[in-house]
């Protein structure tokens, strides 16, 4: 119970699933891994079809998890998702590391542009 309780599932325990809103499901699979007491979480496109509340909404659990100790490995498309949690970017491409380090500056690289964004570097 003090894990759906963290979770903000505490008032939804007796409710099917499949009933909840897709942030509540969200936060009921981050509720399933923590309750094996992970010391590290993985995170595969946790912020997909979310709406910009219910993004924040999910970034601001997930910083809270962080801060409990817990390591998290988040793979996402949601980049400003990324950039509210994280202290550490990695980029990868074709199976590659092309950036790593503080996340605006990873996320400012031209070759990150380039590759993401469709923007081409300055010669």
């Known amino acids: ?9 505490a008032d939804k325990a007796n409710r099917l699933a499949g009933s909840l809103t897709l ?3 969200k936060r009921l699979e981050l509720a399933r891994a923590l309750a094996s007491d992970p010391a590290v979480l993985l995170l595969d496109e946790v912020a997909g079809g979310l709406t910009e509340p ?13 801060q409990s100790g817990v390591s998290i490995i988040w793979i996402e498309h949601v ?22 380090g503080d996340p605006q500056t990873v996320i400012e690289s031209p070759r990150v542009a380039e590759i993401y964004l469709g923007i081409e570097a300055d010669a």
């Open 23 to 25: 942030l509540d499901r």
């Open 54 to 66: 219910e993004c924040r909404a999910l970034v601001q659990l997930i910083r809270d998890i962080r």
């Open 1 to 9: 119970m003090a894990i759906l309780q963290r979770c903000g599932l």
């Open 79 to 100: 980049v400003h998702a990324l950039v509210a949690s994280i202290d550490r970017l990695l980029v990868l491409h074709n199976g590659g590391f092309i950036a790593d």
